[in-house]
């Protein structure tokens, strides 16, 4: 049973457009999301965070928000970098517990 | 070290032998976690360690697998009897504390490959 859903497995925009990627959750009790971005042959890294009493948190570019009602989150990248084609990966974990769900990844390419 | 290092980078092994995967977390990091990514899938959780306490086996796929963690310093993923499924880039992440929302770094993972 997948958890955290990334529905799209692959994205392309333009340079300095928007890019939006989405990601949604089935389980209600999650109360904290990450978002990860990894490069070929390097491990994921954090990039953006949200906890379920916020519904948005910006940070530079990247701006991400979270719909509780719909179990839906998307991350935003204005403007959009040839530097930030990678993999984007959300996670989702809650309260007490330390496991980490993440979803399956969504491919960003971003055309100069 | 400054990050998390995992080795080999890259390993290929003939189905049916055994594999050792070692993983270096941040210094001082309590937390450790093995996490697997095989082909157009997610990351899947294997395993957690935690200061002393017992770890978190239950995302092993198999009694194949196991892990050893030595204090909170170096930790080992062995896979015996590889099978061709068990080809996958293997992730190892640390943390500073168990509270939820302190963010994983992660290492660059070991590609395995099984023919």
């Known amino acids: 049973d997948q958890q955290v859903k990334q529905n799209s497995p692959s994205l392309s925009v333009q340079e300095g457009r928007i890019s939006i990627l989405n990601c949604d959750y089935t389980?209600?009790?999650?109360?904290?999301f990450l978002w990860y971005k990894k490069y070929p042959a390097e491990g994921p890294t954090f990039l953006i965070s949200i906890s379920s009493i916020k519904d948005k948190n910006e940070d530079g570019r990247f701006t991400v928000f979270l719909n509780k009602s719909a179990k839906h989150l998307s991350l935003h990248i204005v403007p959009s970098q040839p530097g930030d084609s990678a993999v984007y990966f959300c996670a989702a974990i809650y309260s007490g517990t330390y496991k980490y769900i993440f979803g399956t990844g969504t491919r960003l390419k971003v055309l100069a | 070290g400054a990050g998390v290092s995992q080795s080999p980078s890259n390993k290929v092994t003939e189905k049916g032998k055994d594999v050792e995967l070692r993983c270096d977390p941040i210094s001082g990091h309590t937390a450790l976690y093995w996490y697997r990514q095989r082909l157009g899938q997610g990351l899947e959780f294997l395993i957690y360690?935690?200061?002393?306490?017992?770890?978190?086996k239950s995302g092993l796929p198999s009694d194949r697998f196991s892990a050893e963690r030595t204090g909170e310093s170096v930790s080992t993923l062995t896979i015996q009897r590889t099978q061709q499924e068990d080809s996958a880039v293997y992730l190892c992440?640390?943390?500073?504390?168990?509270?939820?929302?302190?963010?994983?770094?992660f290492g660059s993972g070991t590609q395995l490959s099984v023919l």
């Open positions: 992440a640390s943390s500073a504390d168990v509270d939820h929302g302190e963010k994983l770094f």
């Open positions: 360690f935690q200061g002393n306490s017992a770890p978190d």
């Open positions: 389980n209600s009790m999650f109360d904290y």
